[in-house]
């Protein structure tokens, strides 16, 4: 058999395992962000579907419930029931008296340390045997188990503080309503059972739920189900013994919760985080205060292109790019392009239109305008066949299948490629490039364009593909997955590595604009929280922080000064953000809140 | 290449979505193998789809539109990354490391796909997992036809030698 004939076969394998697969609700139909209601007592989403879990609180449910949810006076624990309490973790349930509780975790591998969580409780029909072969984030036994009329319960502590003073409307969630946990699907086989999976807010606390039935489950055990669930309380507040979000996470508050500065210190900084929708998120971390403001330009989707600052201006856009003053807040709109890329030169961006308006769709252009919209170079046919990544000196590198190559507008012949066809750009300080010369990204080099020297910076497994370089180009800062690496471009030595700063997300790293504070947050699109830190570059003291909300990308940094206008004031009162639920969020003028 | 409004009924997304889903989940998951973060790609690409429905619907193919923004995030790493971070919220793990069940009997061919330098593994998912003619191909991946070819060759030349099986199709798509 050929290859032609083998790559043919494995296709229609492929197809024919996918024939099954169960397609999702149309996506667009509900907010992708489901926000999370909550009032001061209890909160939830409807998630799981039953109304007798929202009877106690005060506000709708976001989600939509699904069909087969029932009235809340169907949904009750029969009795006898037994009342479970869980001193450890401070919660009570009750559940019928011939359920079985799990005496030992189910999902063996499912704690995570860096993302705060831990099986509080699995209830079932059935007797629950912990563990599986596989999958151990999945109770993959207790599933294989699972009777045609039986039902299986699990809940997950997760991250959140208590009696915490933010709105409790920025907690976002992740889950989708009755979006299935695939991989409980893929691990079990189990595609007959009906899956639950959702998430609610109870008193500051966030808990998961996974709730899985038996094809033929009956009415009856169905209601019996969420009436267990509305039976949840908690009966202790979260304390540094009971709540894991304190004791196990990797970057623990430092600073007291409601006062002073988050990082101890002063930082004399504000994060501006784009909002990944039409805004962005400023987090002044010394005055402890949020606001969410629309940037012009600012549209949702395509990441990559997100917010960039250069010099006193904000970049965003695609399709229409803006440049906005942080000073003045005066917006200039720079040109209809489908993308910009950021240039090596200061004050300038490179606008890169396809004639497809769409990114590598027909011929691509390429021309520099300042951030006050005046064009410094002509458009111009970008001759290598890639995609431009970021500005270099008179040009753009491309990414190309033959590597990176420099490209400079009017040049007859463009500058030698290097690297494979993995190989991706990092970032740019003067005449250095940073960039991985293949996929694997073991080895980070930087290239020198005038000089056409190379060194390795890094060369260890476990880049994860965020670089900056420092404002004065004397050190590049990395995220790897052992850490944060601070390297010399004057050595080539690594000078530092924080391997306090390990998270299983992504984590992006920015540097203040005076180059003596770096700063990284956690990608937390669609969650609660944003893990951030701060490295003082002549002390090399670390400060780390959990701030209580999410939805955020990447972030630029921007003095306390040059941030006012995106900050509320310090003596206005906060008023309601409304949760970022829908695109374009509807948002109009600033909004405010303390943390 | 211009995309060229054309004058026809558009359909609904929630057909077009039906229609096309499995077929673009198994282009994700060929190209980036994990079967959480194909899913994670798949719907970012169909929500980016619906955003976009009233142009993209009335293009000629929008199937193809779906089929490049899921082609190009597959093989981007910033995206992956991105996906990635995505899969593991949702299902709070490191399963976006575990291989697709779906690729589990044909692991070896798929991972030297993978391993294609990313324009090469796009020609190859695109051209056998959807059946594309060399001209659909070229016309999702915004390229020519010539270079789908080109690229066809090579993939094939590099798959048959890391496979050990022989090369003699002829150049025929």
Known sequence: MDVDETLRRAAQRLRASLSEERIPETPGTRPRILAVVATSVIATIGVLGSLAFLTRTSAPPLGTAPASSTSSSEA???????????????????YPADWHKADEVLATGLTSPSQQIEEILSLGTYPLRPGGSECPHVPLNALLDLGSRDVLVSLVLGAGGSGSPWPTEFMSSSFLPDDPPLDAVSCSGRSDVEYDFGVFTLDGRQVQVFVAFGSAIDDETRNTTWGVLDSFEWTAPATATTNTATTTTTLPPTADPATGPLFGDPSNVVLLFDDGIDGVLALDPDNRIGSRS??????????????????????????????TNVNTGESTHLGDATIF????????VWLIRW??????????????????????????????????AIGIPGGLAMQSDDGIWLWYPGAVTEGAAFGDASATALDVSGDQLAFCPDS??????????????????????????????SPDGTYLALTTRNGLVLASTQTGNAVDLIDDLTTDLPLYVEWSPDGTQLFAATYSYGQGQIMLARYDIET?????????????LSFVVLTQDEASRYLIDDDQQPDACPPVSRMPSGREGICGFRF | MEDIPIVRGVESFDEFFRREYRAVLGLAIVLSRSRPVAEELTQDAFLATFRHWDRVGRLDSPGGWVRRVVANRSVSTFRRAAAEGKARLRYQSRAHRSVSRELAGDLDVWNEVRRLPRRQAQVIALTYLD??????????LGCSEETVKTHLERARKTLAAKLKTPNEAPYGR
């Open chain 1, 294 to 323: 629309v940037l012009e330009g600012q549209r949702a989707g395509d990441e990559p292109y997100g917010l960039i600052r250069v010099e006193d201006s904000l970049i965003a856009g695609w399709s229409s790019i803006h440049a």
């Open chain 1, 355 to 388: 004639t497809g308006d769409r990114i590598g769709s027909g011929m691509a252009s390429a021309w520099q305008v300042d951030t006050d919209g005046a064009v410094v170079t002509e458009p111009t046919e970008l001759t290598v066949e890639g995609f431009p």
């Open chain 1, 440 to 469: 694997s990204c073991v080895e980070v080099h930087i290239i020198n364009q005038a000089t056409g020297r190379t060194q390795i910076i890094y060369r260890e497994e476990g880049f994860e593909d965020h670089a900056r370089f």
């Open chain 1, 76 to 94: 009750t624990v029969p009795q006898p029931g037994i009342r479970f309490e869980d001193e450890e973790h401070g919660f009570e349930i009750t």
């Open chain 1, 540 to 552: 090399t003291d670390l400060d780390t922080a959990v701030v209580p909300f999410g939805g955020t």
């Open chain 2, 131 to 140: 059946d594309l003619p060399r001209r659909e191909v070229a016309e999702i």
């Open chain 1, 341 to 348: 890329v950021s240039a090596a030169e200061t004050d300038r």
